[in-house]
């Protein structure tokens, strides 16, 4: 089964909205998360690295003020996209590292969410 | 220069056919390998996880590391229609690093 859960898995919103992506671990604690963005038929972009406690960490051209990265706890992170525009619509994935004593140091991801602003 | 080079396909398969998939990388410093799955419009999910230059096993899937060539390789005997999907190398430095992802393979299976 899943070891990473990310909800909803689709979201509509009005442009101009702000909208929240919720990934979860589910059977362990994960310091660090990563969140992703992929337009069709493309590879993954990392967005930002997460980390329990402390600020998320942005990619070269990624704004930190429109896609807000909290990582409250051990076993959530959000991901917030603020005032949103159609040209925001995409998929977005997140993933958590396991720690090496459980499941091997691995990298799994969430099921992805839909987003799509009009 | 990319740090991974993944050819992207298509690949099309009969079903029951060796699938054979396949990553370069130039950054000597990865040393964790991983093999993603992924069918449209869901996240990636992880098929294998390698450490060590070699092979490993997991059912239809062989995973093939060798470093020294700087180059990753995924099998699938007796490929399935389920088998179809985008393939998608990735690997890091350490234990706690970012990934770096080939482009990815999109793979199908015709019955």
């Known amino acids: 089964g899943a070891v990473v859960s990310q909800h909803p898995s689709w979201v509509i919103c009005k442009s101009g909205t702000s909208v929240k992506i919720e990934c979860r671990s589910l059977d362990f604690q994960a310091t660090t998360m990563f969140w992703y963005r992929q337009f069709p038929k493309q590879s993954l972009m990392l967005m930002a690295t997460s980390n329990e406690g402390s600020k998320a960490t942005y990619e070269q051209g990624v704004e930190k003020d429109k896609f807000l990265i909290n990582h409250a706890s051990l076993t959530l992170s959000t991901l917030t996209v603020t005032s949103a525009h159609p040209e925001d619509s995409s998929f977005y994935i997140c993933s958590a590292s396991s720690p090496r004593q459980i499941r091997g140091n691995t990298i799994y991801f969430g099921e992805g969410s839909w987003l799509t602003v009009v | 220069q990319k740090e991974v080079e993944q050819d992207p396909g298509p690949l099309s398969v009969p079903e029951g056919a060796i699938v054979s998939l396949n990553c370069t990388y130039s950054?000597?410093?990865?040393?964790?390998f991983m093999w993603y799955r992924q069918y449209s419009r869901k996240g990636p999910e992880l098929l294998m996880y390698t450490y060590s230059s070699g092979n490993k096993e997991d059912g239809r899937f062989t995973a093939q590391v060798d470093k020294s060539s700087k180059y990753i390789s995924l099998f699938i005997r007796d490929s399935q229609p389920s088998d179809s999907a985008t393939y998608l190398c990735?690997?890091?430095?350490?234990?706690?690093?970012?990934?770096?992802f080939g482009e990815g393979t999109q793979l199908t299976v015709n019955p």
């Open positions: 990735a690997m890091r430095e350490t234990s706690g690093s970012r990934l770096t």
């Open positions: 950054n000597s410093a990865f040393q964790y």
